[in-house]
């Protein structure tokens, strides 16, 4: 039987804490491996990360490189196959106005992406901002007209 006595961390091997002010000989005597003199030689000393002591803090020394559209990006909201066809009744149509109703997104959604886990039986209009590759593949099989709004 495994109890919490009995478990062991058998990932790393156990490191020894390092022993401070035990003389000269154990190469951290004296000062214990704190250096001399200011803040950081006293106990309870916390220096925030990235500060260097009146110098400009290392994260302002590095050169900003490159580009990135993380900023630019939109975010959709996303729903599957199977929760338009848990929800809707055939000859429906899917659009954003018609998932706020039935509770499916929330009004301050920027756009729905439709992606394609599960399967849809239901013969249904889709009007949706995004398809994903597998969605598209399985309403061309099921023979479901989609539209994407705001194509660009």
Excluded: W
Excluded at 37 to 62: Q, T
Excluded at 139 to 152: H, M, S
Aim: with cysteine.
């Amino acid at each position: 039987m495994i109890t919490l006595n009995s478990l062991k961390n058998s990932n790393r091997e156990h490191k020894n804490r390092k022993r401070v002010g035990r003389g000269m000989g154990s190469k951290c005597g004296k000062t214990c491996g704190r250096g001399e003199k200011g803040m950081g030689s006293r106990s309870g000393a916390k220096l925030r990360l990235g500060k260097e002591g009146g110098n400009m803090p290392r994260f302002m020394k590095i050169p900003i490189r490159g580009f990135s559209n993380f900023r630019f990006r939109t975010e959709f909201d996303v729903i599957n196959l199977d929760q338009i066809n848990n929800v809707y009744k055939d000859g429906d149509v899917v659009n954003s106005h018609s998932m706020i109703d039935k509770g499916l997104i929330t009004a301050s959604s920027p756009g729905v992406k439709l992606l394609g886990n599960g399967e849809l039986t239901k013969k249904v209009t889709i009007e949706l901002d995004a398809i994903s590759e597998t969605a598209r593949e399985k309403l061309a099989q099921a023979k479901i007209k989609f539209t994407l709004i705001n194509e660009k």
